[in-house]
């Protein structure tokens, strides 16, 4: 056998790991908020860039799934955030120019902004009603982040993924939502 047909339980093992550990560093409290929030506001964005972005589409399309009015910023159909509504940054350092710009210009508007990310005093922090934090390593790498085997901010992108599928599936639980009755939301033109 190869390197790679030798390791591989190694190595799932040691990102499952990491991925315990960071979903079970997440302050409950802040979870209990995060979900409220999003259930309260009439409709919920989500900015993020790169692989962070990937995962902030992903948790948009299965809240949407839950009946949850959900958009990214930048998709062709993005309507105007309001007052009403609910824009979630997602951002490991706080700190990423186009995410940081979107959410100035969402607090000027008077929308609720959340941020997940790790660094708790970014420059996120001023423009933010609270923050989720999934304390794993970013750029910054600050004295109290959860260190990782895995390349760059990768502990960080499968991080959020998975705690906005642990979300949905307590909404579920919470709502006692049929899970058949889930696919009236699933695109149906595939």
Not at 4 to 15: D, I, L, P, Q
Not at 95 to 115: E, N, R, V
Request: with cysteine.
């Amino acid at each position: 056998m190869g390197y790679y047909g030798e390791h591989y339980n190694a190595t799932v093992k040691s990102v499952l790991s990491e991925l315990d550990l960071a979903l079970g560093s997440v302050e409950p409290e802040t979870v209990q908020k995060f979900v409220e929030a999003v259930l309260e506001a009439d409709q919920v964005f989500f900015i993020g860039v790169g692989r962070v972005l990937l995962s902030l589409q992903a948790i948009c399309k299965r809240l949407a799934h839950l009946g949850i009015k959900t958009h990214y910023v930048g998709e062709i159909t993005e309507p105007a955030i309001t007052e009403k509504d609910l824009l979630i940054v997602g951002s490991g350092s706080g700190g990423s120019l186009f995410p940081l710009g979107i959410a100035k210009k969402a607090h000027g508007i008077g929308a609720k902004i959340i941020h997940i990310g790790s660094n708790p005093n970014s420059e996120m922090k001023e423009l933010c009603e609270f923050m989720v934090r999934i304390p794993v390593r970013t750029k910054n790498y600050l004295e109290d982040e959860i260190d990782s085997t895995q390349p760059m901010t990768t502990l960080f992108e499968q991080s959020l993924l998975l705690f906005g599928d642990v979300v949905a599936k307590m909404i579920i639980d919470e709502r006692q939502i049929d899970m058949k009755a889930l696919w009236k939301y699933h695109a149906n033109l595939e």
